[in-house]
């Protein structure tokens, strides 16, 4: 069979390959725990419910225009006012089927074959493979200093006459890490001198634990006309617990929306307008949820921070925000593709490699399910590894007994 070339170059989702593994195992009662996954296990707010029953009811569920229903707009300006203190015209919003989508429709519009698209690794599994799809080339930058936290110099080392846009996801996915408002204010400034876009995946915007606020890139945009190459996208799946509703945004100067409307168009029209009225109903409606979400969160990441930290050779940086940690377990096993499998043969525990994250050695582990499943994954976890752990393990009604290592 001969294949294109974006066929043959780009590859699946590790992250959706877990969740399809996931469900495959539970299907046949094998008794796994998923420590990888990237979905809140909080209901939809009931606004949302409500909302979407109403215009079922109606019988009227219709086409929407290709760049979202006119309330569904007014809903993402309401937004953008009460998080960001800044008010958007509805041309300057596109919404798309999820915040992914929002995203790979603006590297469409913005990118030709060649061009160079910047983003600090750690780095969300898609975007890499995003930016192939535009025949551009990515290019990860790792921070000298160890951390998860780029610096400007790390940034401007790699910047070439072909980079035509840096992404910043800030909280970040996979490391938690919440990027400083000066490092924020520092990029926000040089890509807008320098002419160079910058997309702001703010989707975990919300969700940040012990104080830490995300900084506003908003606050720190000199030129609001339609020279400006900033773009925001944003969502309801991670806030708002709404990811199978496949709603999210992107803010922009009117030129470049207008070029991913056109895009979006052509390949799926507008989203839904049975989930755009779930979206409304999510925003619009209280907002308690999201802080109920928040705060449960914040104690499950306690959970998982004190197992991880039990851990002899493990290295931690505590994420601030997001849901997920990235431990370095290179202290036990270099190759966290192999740890990875191990974990999930032996142990029936589901992560996911850092390798598919731009950084070999370590693991993403999700503290977005319950504490049980936390505890006890973490407790096979180190068990699995850990010379010191008792030599017998029970899964259920099943006896492990050591037999590697």
Same mark, same amino acid.
Request: charged letters at 20%; proline letters at 5%; hydrophobic letters at 40%.
């Given at each position: 069979? &001969?294949?294109?070339?974006?066929?043959?170059?780009?590859?699946?989702?590790?992250?959706?390959?877990?969740?399809?593994?996931?469900?495959? *195992?539970?299907?046949?009662?094998?008794?796994?725990?998923?420590?990888?996954?990237? @979905?809140?296990?909080?209901?939809?707010?009931?606004?949302?419910?409500?909302?979407?029953?109403?215009?079922?009811?109606?019988? @009227?569920?219709?086409?929407?225009?290709?760049?979202?229903?006119?309330?569904?707009?007014?809903?993402?300006?309401?937004?953008?006012?009460?998080?960001? $203190?800044?008010?958007?015209?509805?041309?300057?919003?596109?919404?798309? &089927?999820?915040?992914?989508?929002?995203?790979?429709?603006?590297?469409?519009?913005?990118? /030709?074959?060649? /061009?160079?698209?910047?983003?600090?690794?750690?780095?969300?599994?898609?975007?890499? /493979?995003?930016?192939?799809?535009?025949?551009?080339?990515?290019?990860?930058?790792?921070?000298? /200093?160890?951390? %998860?936290?780029?610096?400007?110099? !790390?940034?401007?080392?790699?910047?070439?006459?072909?980079?035509?846009?840096? +992404?910043?996801?800030?909280?970040?996915?996979?490391?938690?890490?919440?990027?400083?408002? =000066?490092?924020?204010?520092? +990029?926000?400034?040089?890509? @807008?001198?320098? $002419?160079?876009?910058?997309?702001?995946?703010?989707?975990?915007?919300?969700?940040?634990?012990?104080?830490?606020? #995300?900084?506003?890139?908003?606050?720190?945009?000199? !030129?609001?006309?339609?020279?400006?190459?900033?773009?925001?996208?944003?969502?309801?799946?991670?806030?708002?617990?709404?990811?199978?509703?496949?709603?999210?945004?992107?803010?922009?100067?009117?030129?470049?929306?207008? #070029?991913?409307?056109?895009?979006? $168009?052509?390949?799926?029209?507008?989203?839904?307008?049975?989930?755009?009225?779930?979206?409304?109903?999510?925003?619009?409606?209280?907002?308690?949820?999201? =802080?109920? *979400?928040?705060?449960?969160?914040?104690?499950?990441?306690?959970?998982?921070?004190?197992?991880?930290?039990?851990?002899?050779?493990?290295? *931690?940086?505590?994420?601030?925000?997001? %849901?997920?940690?990235?431990?370095? %377990?290179?202290?036990?096993?270099?190759?966290?593709?192999?740890?990875?499998? *191990?974990?999930?043969?032996?142990?029936?525990?589901?992560?996911?490699?850092?390798?598919? %994250?731009?950084?070999?050695?370590?693991?993403?582990?999700?503290?977005? $399910?319950?504490?049980?499943?936390?505890?006890?994954?973490? @407790?096979?976890?180190?068990?699995? +590894?850990?010379?010191?752990?008792?030599?017998?393990?029970?899964?259920?009604?099943?006896?492990?007994?050591?037999?590697?290592?």
């Amino acid at each position: 069979m &001969s294949l294109g070339l974006i066929g043959r170059n780009v590859g699946e989702s590790v992250t959706l390959k877990m969740n399809e593994t996931f469900a495959i *195992l539970k299907a046949k009662g094998e008794p796994v725990i998923h420590l990888g996954g990237g @979905e809140p296990k909080s209901k939809a707010p009931i606004d949302a419910i409500t909302a979407v029953a109403s215009q079922l009811n109606t019988g @009227e569920v219709r086409y929407a225009p290709a760049d979202g229903s006119v309330d569904m707009k007014k809903a993402v300006i309401r937004y953008t006012q009460d998080n960001y $203190g800044r008010k958007v015209s509805p041309k300057n919003i596109i919404v798309s &089927s999820g915040a992914k989508q929002a995203l790979m429709v603006a590297l469409q519009a913005i990118l /030709d074959p060649q /061009d160079e698209v910047l983003f600090p690794a750690p780095y969300w599994v898609s975007y890499p /493979d995003m930016v192939k799809l535009c025949g551009a080339i990515p290019v990860p930058v790792v921070p000298e /200093d160890g951390t %998860f936290t780029p610096t400007m110099e !790390d940034i401007t080392q790699n910047v070439s006459s072909y980079t035509k846009a840096i +992404i910043i996801n800030s909280p970040n996915n996979p490391s938690g890490a919440v990027y400083p408002a =000066e490092f924020i204010k520092e +990029i926000v400034e040089y890509t @807008e001198k320098k $002419g160079i876009y910058l997309i702001m995946d703010d989707i975990y915007q919300k969700l940040v634990y012990n104080g830490v606020k #995300a900084a506003n890139p908003y606050d720190y945009v000199k !030129d609001f006309s339609d020279n400006s190459k900033l773009i925001v996208i944003n969502g309801v799946s991670k806030a708002y617990a709404m990811t199978g509703f496949r709603i999210g945004w992107a803010i922009g100067n009117t030129k470049v929306i207008k #070029a991913m409307a056109n895009i979006q $168009g052509h390949q799926t029209s507008g989203p839904s307008i049975l989930l755009q009225k779930a979206a409304i109903g999510a925003i619009n409606g209280v907002q308690s949820s999201v =802080e109920s *979400l928040r705060v449960t969160l914040e104690n499950n990441r306690r959970v998982l921070v004190n197992h991880l930290k039990a851990f002899d050779g493990v290295h *931690l940086i505590e994420p601030q925000g997001t %849901f997920y940690s990235f431990a370095d %377990f290179s202290a036990f096993e270099k190759d966290s593709t192999k740890l990875s499998k *191990l974990l999930l043969d032996k142990v029936r525990v589901l992560t996911v490699p850092g390798v598919e %994250f731009g950084m070999e050695g370590h693991l993403r582990i999700s503290f977005c $399910g319950s504490i049980k499943d936390i505890t006890e994954g973490m @407790e096979r976890i180190k068990w699995a +590894i850990d010379p010191n752990s008792p030599n017998e393990l029970y899964i259920g009604d099943r006896k492990l007994i050591r037999d590697w290592k």
